[in-house]
C-alpha cells in the first residue's frame, strides 16, 4: 500500500530563494505533522494540522515558514528566503487522528541552502 | 516546556550483548510514550505506545517499559539489522497538544 510520499527527496538551493516541499499523506488520514531534523540531531517539530481545526503553528521558527493542507489531504512547507541554517531534513507524517501517536513518516526532503 | 533526554547517544554491542537503551522525560500530564526506529536516509519507523506507568511492550528483541519518569528500550540478543537510530517521545494529555516531542536519540550498532 502507499505510504506517506515527500518531494522533492533532495532540494539544494541558494541563500535568499524560496523552496517548496509537498507532502502527499496516506489516504484517509485526518492528522498530518511537518518535523526538521538536521544532521545527527533529534526530531525538532514545526506544524500539525488535524481536518478542518485552526493548525498549531508553534513549533515553526520564524516568518519565513508557512504550511498549507488543501482539501485535507496534501500538504506544502514553503520557505522564503531560505538561510543557511535551514539545511535540514524535512520530514512529513500521517496519522489516522488526533491522540495517536503512532505516526506514519515519508522518507524525508534533504534541503541544502548554500 | 515538554523534555525528553536519550542516553546514552551511542551504543556498540557485539552480536548477542543484551543491553537497555533510556529515556528520561518531563511533561505535564503524559498522553502517550512512544519509540520509533530510524535506519540512515530514512523516516522514523514506529514500534511502541506505552500509556501508564508499570506497562511494558515487547516485539521480537525488544521490549519497552515505562515509569513515571522514564522510559527503557531493552534489547535482547540483538543482531546486526536491530543496528538504527531510537528514538524515544511523548505526547501531552493537554487539550490540543497533539505534537510529539523527540529526544535526540540513541545511535545502536551490533557488531557481528
Known amino acids: 500500500g502507499a505510504g506517506v510520499s515527500q518531494s522533492p527527496s533532495n532540494k539544494v538551493t541558494e541563500k535568499g530563494k524560496d523552496v517548496e516541499l509537498r507532502c502527499d499523506p496516506i489516504s484517509g488520514h485526518t492528522a498530518l505533522y511537518w518535523y526538521r531534523q538536521s544532521l545527527g540531531q533529534g526530531l525538532e517539530f514545526l506544524i500539525y494540522?488535524?481536518?478542518?481545526?485552526?493548525?498549531?503553528k508553534s513549533g515553526l521558527p520564524s516568518d519565513r515558514f508557512s504550511a498549507e493542507r488543501t482539501g485535507g489531504s496534501v500538504s506544502t512547507l514553503t520557505i522564503q528566503r531560505t538561510q543557511q541554517e535551514d539545511s535540514a531534513v524535512y520530514l512529513c507524517a500521517s496519522s489516522p487522528g488526533p491522540n495517536s501517536g503512532e505516526l506514519f513518516f515519508g522518507e524525508g526532503s534533504r534541503l541544502t541552502v548554500l | 516546556e515538554d523534555q525528553v533526554t536519550q542516553s546514552p547517544e551511542a551504543l556498540r554491542l557485539q552480536e548477542g550483548e543484551s543491553s537497555s537503551l533510556n529515556c528520561s522525560y518531563t511533561?505535564?500530564?503524559?498522553?502517550?510514550l512512544f519509540w520509533y526506529r530510524q535506519d540512515p536516509g530514512k523516516g522514523p519507523e514506529f514500534l511502541f505506545t506505552l500509556y501508564s506507568a508499570g506497562e511494558e511492550k515487547e516485539k521480537e528483541r525488544l521490549k519497552a517499559t515505562l515509569t513515571k519518569k522514564e522510559s527503557f528500550l531493552h534489547i535482547t540478543a540483538p543482531k546486526p539489522e536491530d543496528s538504527a537510530t531510537y528514538l524515544c517521545?511523548?505526547?501531552?494529555?493537554?487539550?490540543?497538544?497533539?505534537?510529539?516531542?523527540f529526544g535526540q536519540g540513541t545511535r545502536l550498532t551490533i557488531n557481528p
Open positions: 517521545a511523548v505526547q501531552a494529555a493537554v487539550q490540543g497538544a497533539q505534537k510529539l516531542v
Open positions: 494540522f488535524q481536518g478542518n481545526s485552526a493548525p498549531d
Open positions: 511533561v505535564s500530564g503524559l498522553r502517550g
